[in-house]
């Protein structure tokens, strides 16, 4: 448990983080292997806040509290936010976490639930847009999958298979619990350890897979057509090179994340030129995902042609990685970063979700300053050229559909 002493602050929040998400699929536990359908965590996470008792959200809101839960690809979180009643929600959290309902007709109905998820997100640009493009750059890793999986594969699920998943992976000496308000930290642990609980016994070993992609990619351009008043664009890079380990997944995250200013921020060249010649605005962006065993770097945007505009993505990659990164641009990209991991702790919830991060990096919390500043331009420029290697991109276009439902 991990506790950030807020006085004065009238609200309370409170972070439950499973280390256990959508890529999850495949493991050895027990000398045997263990094979999940796509969609499995996010099945999880809605059943979690379910018991026979009720609805998590209902006792939430009774209680004058404000829940979540989300999935992400490597971690489950559970969240409320309240000014009253603290303590009680602290345990509802804890209890509901304990022995969720796994009932038969439960898990039938949640996939009438999830299926209508899956659709309305099916329709989105973005959504379907970023599927399509990691579908051509992946043939094997489950980054090929949407975080909810598929109406197919959600069928697969079962309670048995929701049952063992829990036991395996939500065991309270897995799981991070993070707290911030006016709280002393001795006490709010009594509180803690006066909640019920069963008895789990020791956590089970757990091997996950470490998947190998070949080279290349599948497709190097996926096309599709959906409802959209305007064409969307991502152009994908696949890390050339896989991590030595999960703190350097980190270091990777915090220097993709200053290369990225540099090239696409909204002060760089590629970014005024776009807006300029009417090919971008500030739907503008780029973002980098990594794990254990893959990096992603995507940049996307909104724009009236994407493939000039794609074509300038990569035309800036090219020649950033021939001349380097303008030194003075990487120095105002490595402050800011600096200024926004410090500003962040005026912000509880930001502040705790950037914590746990780390901590399932192996970090400490406050080890990603001591990394942003310690970063220099050798090693900035040397990352350039494995995050966003040219041989290893593929571009995803959604087109507006014609009058009629095709594109064209």
């Not at 993709?256 to 300029?276: E, M, N, P, R, V």
Request: hydrophobic share 40%.
């Amino acid at each position: 448990m991990w506790v950030l002493p807020t006085p004065g602050f009238a609200r309370y929040h409170a972070a439950l983080t499973v280390p256990y998400g959508a890529l999850d699929l495949r493991y050895r536990m027990d000398g045997r292997e263990v094979t999940l359908p796509p969609g499995i965590a996010h099945f999880l996470e809605h059943q979690v806040f379910s018991s026979e008792r009720g609805d998590a959200f209902e006792e939430f809101a009774r209680l004058g509290a404000s829940a979540n839960a989300f999935t992400s690809y490597d971690q489950t979180t559970y969240l409320f936010s309240t000014t009253d009643r603290f303590h009680e929600c602290l345990a509802l959290l804890l209890s509901f976490l304990q022995e969720p309902a796994f009932s038969r007709r439960g898990v039938e109905k949640e996939k009438s639930i999830i299926e209508q998820e899956i659709r309305m997100y099916d329709d989105m640009p973005t959504v379907r847009g970023s599927r399509n493009l990691r579908e051509a750059l992946y043939s094997d890793h489950p980054l090929r999958y949407d975080v909810g999986g598929s109406v197919d594969s959600i069928q697969l699920i079962d309670a048995d298979m929701l049952r063992q998943v829990h036991d395996t992976f939500y065991h309270p000496a897995r799981m991070i619990l993070f707290v911030a308000g006016d709280l002393e930290p001795a006490s709010l642990m009594q509180h803690v350890e006066a909640v019920p609980s069963r008895d789990w016994g020791k956590p089970v070993t757990i091997q996950r897979h470490r998947y190998v992609e070949p080279g290349g990619v599948l497709r190097p351009l996926v096309e599709v057509w959906l409802p959209a008043s305007i064409p969307f664009l991502q152009v994908g890079f696949r890390d050339a090179r896989l991590p030595s380990d999960r703190r350097e997944v980190a270091r990777r995250e915090i220097l993709a994340g200053l290369i990225h200013y540099c090239l696409f921020g909204k002060t760089s060249d590629l970014y005024w030129d776009l807006y300029q010649s009417g090919l971008a605005g500030n739907a503008f962006s780029a973002g980098y995902e990594a794990g254990d065993d893959y990096g992603l770097t995507v940049v996307a945007a909104e724009t009236e042609d994407p493939r000039k505009t794609a074509d300038k993505v990569l035309a800036t990659v090219e020649a950033a990685q021939a001349t380097g990164l303008d030194e003075d641009s990487l120095e105002r990209a490595r402050k800011k970063m600096l200024g926004n991991l410090v500003s962040m702790f005026n912000h509880p919830e930001s502040v705790g979700q950037t914590v746990v991060s780390q901590l399932l990096q192996g970090l400490g919390p406050l080890e990603l300053l001591d990394m942003v500043a310690g970063v220099t331009p050798a090693e900035a420029n040397r990352r350039l050229l494995d995050f966003m290697d040219p041989r290893s991109h593929a571009v995803s276009i959604v087109w507006p559909a014609s009058p009629g439902g095709t594109g064209g």
